[in-house]
Every structure is written in C-alpha cells, then in structure tokens.
C-alpha cells in the first residue's frame, strides 16, 4: 500500500518493465543506481546499457540464498547503501530474536512427532504448484517445528524452486497431510474453504480439510524479506496452538 500511496504522489516513478526500461526517463531522473532482481540475467543487454549510461547495476541474489535468515540478512546491505546501518542492523536482530525463539520452543518439543504439512496453490490449468524440498519455505517449516509433506522433491539443473504437480500425484502424496497453507499470493487471498475446494473437488478428501487445519498465506510475505522471522513464528503457533489469535501472515480458512 505505501509503494502504491507514493506512485500515485509522484515520489516513486513508473520506468518501464526490467527488459524494457525507459532510459530516458532514468538518464533524465539523474539516476545513480539500479537495483535488479535476477531477471535482469534474461536480458543482459539491458545491464550494458545502463552501465553505459553511468549508472551502476547492482543485481539482489537473495532469492539465492538457500536459508531463511540469509535472505533476511540482505536488509543489512540496503542499511549500508542507504546511510541507514543501525535501522538495518536492528530489524535483522530482531528477526534473529524471533528464529531464536521459536528454534528454543521447538527444541522444548523435540519428543513429539513433527505434523506434517503441504504448502502448494493451485494453476490456471488445474496442477498443484509446490515447492521443491531444498527451498527456503519447507526449510521455513522445519525450523518451526514441522515437516514439510514432499520431503523427496530435491532439485535439478536449473535451480527451480517450485514445480508442478499433477492433482492426482498431489492427492497421493498430501492426502494426509496434518495441515495445508495454501499459497495465495499468486491467485489472491482466499476467503473461505469453499473457495478453496472450487479449485478442485479433491481436496474434500484431505486430511487437513476434515480436520479444520487449512490456512492461507497473506499476499503481503514475499514482498516483506524481513518479515521471515515472524512467518515461523506464525507457523509454529499455527502447529502449536488450537485457536491462534493475531496471527500476521496466515489465517484460518472456514
């Protein structure tokens, strides 16, 4: 909401899609630097031009990073080209404090059996789209005391970290999930169960739906990369708890 508040104020400009910048508009803005996602390595042409006009291209590589609070530490590189260290350094600690503790209650717990638990949303063609055992989320979920249902997935060549799954595969294998978290950053936040199962009607069948343990995901966590902290936290308490309240980014579907 505040990015979208200041592009109407006129504080932040609209300079084209990262393949198709508008470079005069940013040669015109006396524009220093440039901040790419690793899209930027589709087109790297783009990177020439701009560094031929003088402006320097940092690429974000924290997608890359394979543990939650690495991806969280790159606040303290925004700190140091921002002229705001000590802000940087306090959210990262911060965030640290809630890994901390979350890792300390799971290790108060660790006698009982880890619940299960499928992270996945639903494509345009009817496949479930779930996330590969090494990324960053199943990892997110172990840590707050979970496991993640495709523990088997691994990874190939290309490093993709999701893929997609066939419903029937998907019912075969999170039939039995203890709990679902349906990703719905993609398709919009969801709200009811109902909305849910017109997605595919295999899902009555689930577990987790029989049992009440469906939640979503809120559109806002993968624009918030110091928020990962509080994710496990809300995760734990959603495995934990039998009514969480003031959850921030998951909330019961009903």
Not at 203 to 231: H, I, P, R
């Given at each position: 909401?505040?990015a979208?508040?200041?592009?109407?104020?006129?504080?932040i400009?609209?300079?084209?899609?990262y393949s198709?910048?508008?470079?005069?508009?940013?040669?015109?803005?006396?524009?220093?630097?440039?901040?790419?996602?690793?899209?930027?390595?589709h087109?790297?042409?783009v990177?020439?031009?701009?560094?031929?006009f003088?402006?320097?291209?940092?690429?974000?590589?924290?997608?890359?990073?394979?543990?939650?609070?690495?991806?969280?530490?790159?606040v303290?590189?925004?700190?140091?080209?921002?002229?705001?260290?000590a802000?940087?350094d306090?959210?990262?600690?911060?965030?640290k404090?809630?890994?901390e503790e979350?890792?300390?209650?799971?290790a108060?717990?660790?006698d009982?059996?880890?619940?299960?638990?499928?992270?996945?949303?639903?494509?345009?063609?009817g496949q479930?789209?779930v996330?590969?055992?090494?990324?960053?989320l199943p990892?997110?979920?172990?840590?707050?005391?979970g496991?993640y249902?495709?523990n088997?997935?691994g990874?190939?060549?290309?490093?993709?970290s999701t893929?997609?799954m066939?419903?029937?595969?998907?019912?075969?294998g999170?039939k039995?999930?203890?709990?679902?978290?349906y990703?719905?950053?993609?398709?919009?936040?969801?709200?009811?169960?109902?909305?849910?199962l017109?997605?595919?009607?295999?899902?009555?069948?689930?577990?987790?739906?029989k049992?009440?343990?469906?939640?979503c995901?809120?559109?806002?966590?993968?624009?918030?990369?110091?928020?990962?902290?509080?994710?496990?936290?809300?995760?734990?308490?959603?495995?934990?708890?039998d009514?969480?309240?003031?959850l921030t980014?998951?909330?019961?579907l009903?």
């Amino acid at each position: 909401d505040e990015a979208k508040q200041a592009m109407e104020a006129g504080d932040i400009l609209y300079a084209g899609k990262y393949s198709t910048p508008d470079y005069e508009k940013i040669v015109e803005q006396n524009c220093g630097l440039a901040i790419e996602n690793t899209m930027i390595l589709h087109t790297p042409e783009v990177k020439e031009q701009l560094e031929k006009f003088g402006i320097h291209v940092l690429v974000d590589y924290s997608s890359y990073e394979p543990e939650p609070l690495g991806r969280t530490e790159w606040v303290k590189l925004y700190g140091l080209l921002t002229g705001h260290e000590a802000q940087a350094d306090k959210a990262f600690a911060e965030e640290k404090a809630a890994f901390e503790e979350v890792k300390n209650s799971v290790a108060d717990e660790a006698d009982q059996e880890p619940k299960t638990v499928a992270f996945f949303y639903i494509t345009s063609n009817g496949q479930a789209n779930v996330r590969k055992s090494a990324d960053y989320l199943p990892k997110m979920i172990e840590l707050a005391g979970g496991k993640y249902i495709f523990n088997d997935l691994g990874t190939d060549e290309e490093g993709l970290s999701t893929m997609n799954m066939g419903m029937e595969d998907f019912y075969a294998g999170a039939k039995y999930a203890d709990y679902i978290i349906y990703n719905s950053t993609i398709d919009g936040e969801l709200g009811s169960l109902d909305e849910l199962l017109k997605k595919s009607t295999l899902l009555k069948d689930f577990k987790a739906v029989k049992e009440g343990n469906v939640w979503c995901l809120t559109k806002s966590m993968f624009q918030e990369t110091t928020c990962l902290g509080d994710v496990i936290m809300d995760i734990h308490r959603m495995l934990t708890e039998d009514d969480p309240e003031g959850l921030t980014y998951l909330y019961r579907l009903e």
